[in-house]
């Protein structure tokens, strides 16, 4: 986001035994920890950071025995400090599927759980194994599974407060046959499909879908690039609002959203009596629309699956166009995505949150939803 104070110390590990040792010391003196990968989604206050920001720059991609059985599995561990797109083309360019509709993700591999990345039908969740992780309350060195970090969507338990560096992640990818196209995951999600025009669940090649993927991003500046303003943003900077079935019917026709299915964890879901933090968000919803009607019917309406809302849709229909800044402020509204919030240069964080909060009440007064932050704000509130 090109924001931020100074850090009041800064070090960087590039071996895995250095950031072990460097948290340990850090933690065990109880030094508040900023751990940084690539920066891409953390957004830091004008006053910067009072304490140890540790740059994680470690490096090494190792292939282990598959423990599946599936004889066709292909086992990572992959150092935190690596770039995430680079593992993708790595992996695209082994024949190895599973990973590549996220490709152009910005970051290191080690961020990666914390939101458990997604985009364009995958989510990291599919692939993800375990990670080696050293635990800041305990100072132990733990071996986290999948089922240990609670993923959902854009969210973790990393991300809902368990403290500690993810020194290593291990994935599951899949090998395709020496011969003939090495073949995707079939593509599920439409605006991709129709990209590649195929119909969702066709196979294509690894190749082909990092390619469109990439193409994709770059038509709504979510690759970094350094020619594209658009790009100098933490890309989407709200999360698609989960909401109940039963508000989501008190929304315009048009509003796109999309059910989940009944499986998908709690935690991803602002349900009503739901014990998910997010739950906060949908009695607020309420609060917000002024709406007592609404309000009863979400208190009244069981709890199950949730519907996930467009948070572009409501931005749009807010009256919040692409290109939109507050006047005299150099934060804006990306030109080609409303999803972003970015700095046309020179901008302050403070001026960052001062357009996020504009978007939250806009949305929140059209259409009673409060719209909940992606990236990680250090020092900020919202
Ligand atoms: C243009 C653009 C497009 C984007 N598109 C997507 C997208 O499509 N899908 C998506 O999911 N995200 C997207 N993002 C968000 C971002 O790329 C991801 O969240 C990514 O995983 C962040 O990686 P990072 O290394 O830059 O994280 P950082 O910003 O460095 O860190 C993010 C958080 O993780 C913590 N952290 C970092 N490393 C570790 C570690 N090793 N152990 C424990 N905690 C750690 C940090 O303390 C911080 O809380 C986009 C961002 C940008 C700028």
């Given at each position: ?37 690539g920066g891409s989604n953390t957004i830091v206050s004008d006053d910067g950071f009072d304490g140890t920001t540790i740059r994680i720059a470690t490096r090494g991609v190792e292939q282990l025995p598959s423990e599946s059985g599936e ?239 467009s948070a572009a849709w409501l931005i749009e229909h807010s009256g919040i166009s692409r290109g939109f800044a507050l006047p005299g402020s150099k934060a804006a509204i990306s030109s080609k995505h409303t999803l972003a919030i970015t ?40």
């Amino acid at each position: 986001m090109r924001v931020g104070g100074p850090a009041e110390r800064l070090v960087t590990a590039t071996t895995e035994d250095e950031l072990i040792a460097i948290a340990t010391s850090c933690y065990s003196e109880g030094e508040p920890v900023l751990l940084l990968g690539g920066g891409s989604n953390t957004i830091v206050s004008d006053d910067g950071f009072d304490g140890t920001t540790i740059r994680i720059a470690t490096r090494g991609v190792e292939q282990l025995p598959s423990e599946s059985g599936e004889r066709d599995a292909v086992r990572l561990r992959v150092q935190a400090g690596e770039s995430w797109d680079g593992l993708v083309a790595l992996a695209v360019r082994n024949r190895w599927a599973g990973i590549e509709a996220l490709s152009g993700i910005p970051g290191s591999v080690g961020a990666a759980p914390v939101q458990n990345i997604g985009a364009y039908g995958q989510e990291l969740s599919s692939v993800l194994v375990a990670v080696d992780f050293v635990d800041a309350v305990t100072g132990e060195l733990r071996h986290l599974t999948a089922a240990d970090l609670g993923l959902g969507y854009r969210t973790s338990v990393l991300k809902r407060g368990l403290e500690g560096v993810v020194t290593a992640v291990e994935l599951e990818l899949t090998q395709r046959p020496d011969v003939g196209a090495a073949l995707s995951e079939p593509v599920a999600y439409a605006q991709l499909a129709n990209a590649l025009a195929v119909d969702v669940g066709t196979q294509v090649s690894l190749g082909e879908v990092r390619r469109t993927v990439l193409r994709l991003r770059a038509s709504k500046g979510m690759v970094l690039d350094p020619d594209d303003p658009d790009s100098v943003s933490a890309g989407s900077f709200f999360t698609n609002p989960i909401v109940s079935a039963r508000f989501a019917r008190t929304l315009p026709d048009d509003a796109p959203r999309w059910p989940l299915a009944e499986e998908e964890p709690a935690l991803v879901a602002a349900l009503d009596g739901a014990t998910a933090e997010e739950s906060v968000a949908v009695g607020m919803l309420a609060e917000a629309a002024g709406d007592r009607e609404r309000r009863r019917s979400h208190a009244e309406s069981p709890q199950g699956p949730g519907v996930k809302l467009s948070a572009a849709w409501l931005i749009e229909h807010s009256g919040i166009s692409r290109g939109f800044a507050l006047p005299g402020s150099k934060a804006a509204i990306s030109s080609k995505h409303t999803l972003a919030i970015t700095n046309r240069g020179g901008a302050s964080a403070l001026e960052i949150v001062q357009l996020a909060t504009f978007v939250q009440s806009r949305v929140q007064s059209e259409f009673g939803v409060l719209l909940r932050p992606e990236p990680v704000l250090v020092g900020i509130e919202l």
